[in-house]
């Protein structure tokens, strides 16, 4: 399975080398290549449906060369990240960018933050989307919901982990190349592990919870930059609209239904209301997002060009 996840990584660089010879545009042509990291649960692609949906393409479109990490969709924030700094040094290997630029959803922003404080010298960029960057209220009430170490904490991590090597599975992952730990995901999720984890990653992180004086060059040489919705309901087609309308209520302040907009900040700020919720970040589901709001495709797109003006 590790033999034909290479093969296809290689396949991508042929052809992204290709398309970047073929497309009209360099809006979003960055010095690196662009590394996208899911949140949890997250997959690259499920049935030729991507996490990021049609973020890739319209980057490559525009000019950027663009992977996909390959990431546990369900562990903690240290063991996602040493899993992307394997992922990281092969695309250096692949492609021969001496850095690359990442962009992490929802837990993809503090593991591209791990990953950015232990290896800076690959790292030039990190931009967190709807990141659970100072914990999520949602997490917290799981966690105490979960008495440690109990049966129902062994019950409830031998469930989740099982829909997790699912998802491993459906888009085309071994999950013993990428082990699942619901539990450990859940606890570096949490307000206080994510207090900890600032603690000894404080790369790009503001002064004070829902402060914006993070600084936008952290330093360890890295640019750091944040965005994030602060809706939970954005279109009633959308079916998973109403359960981030319910695990919103978790909240007593402006959230995108699972991470609290305060709580997604890191570095630059570029904005945090955009009237999107925690899956309108990625353009999901499908693409139904609020019809009055900038596309989430554009805004990933629109980052990239900020890279490319940055030398990124």
């Not at 080398?17 to 996208?36: D, E, N, Q, R």
């Not at 369900?74 to 021969?96: F, H, M, P």
């Not at 539990?183 to 206080?192: C, E, F, M, R």
């Amino acid at each position: 399975m590790r033999i034909i996840k290479r093969v296809s990584l290689l396949i991508a660089v042929i052809c992204m080398a290709f398309a970047s010879h073929a497309s009209a545009s360099t809006y979003a042509k960055t010095k690196y290549p662009i590394v996208l990291v899911h949140g949890l649960f997250g997959f690259e692609d499920i049935l030729f449906v991507d996490y990021f949906y049609k973020v890739p393409q319209k980057l490559t479109r525009n000019g950027a060369v663009v992977y996909i990490a390959e990431v546990s969709p369900a562990n903690s924030t240290e063991v996602r990240g040493e899993q992307l700094l394997n992922y990281i040094d092969e695309v250096l290997a692949l492609s021969g960018a001496e850095k690359v630029n990442l962009i992490g959803h929802s837990h993809g922003g503090p593991t591209a933050r791990y990953a950015a404080s232990v290896a800076p010298d690959k790292v030039a960029s990190v931009s967190s989307v709807g990141g659970v960057n100072w914990g999520s209220k949602v997490a917290d009430q799981l966690r105490n919901a979960i008495a440690e170490d109990s049966f129902q904490e062994d019950a409830a991590g031998v469930v989740v982990n099982a829909f997790a090597n699912i998802i491993e599975f459906a888009s085309g992952s071994d999950p013993r190349d990428k082990p699942t730990d619901a539990i450990a995901a859940l606890n570096s999720l949490s307000t206080d592990e994510t207090v900890r984890f600032n603690q000894r990653y404080p790369e790009g992180m503001p002064s004070a919870y829902c402060r914006n004086d993070g600084k936008m060059l952290a330093e360890n040489g890295v640019y750091y930059y944040s965005w994030s919705g602060g809706k939970t309901f954005t279109n009633a087609l959308d079916v998973v609209d109403p359960f981030l309308a319910i695990t919103g209520t978790a909240f007593n302040e402006a959230n995108d239904g699972l991470v609290a907009t305060c709580s997604s900040h890191l570095g630059k700020v570029l904005r945090d209301n955009y009237r999107m919720n925690h899956l309108d970040e990625v353009n999901q589901s499908f693409g139904i997002t609020h019809w009055f709001e900038t596309n989430p495709v554009n805004v990933f797109v629109q980052q990239a060009n900020r890279l490319k003006r940055q030398g990124l």
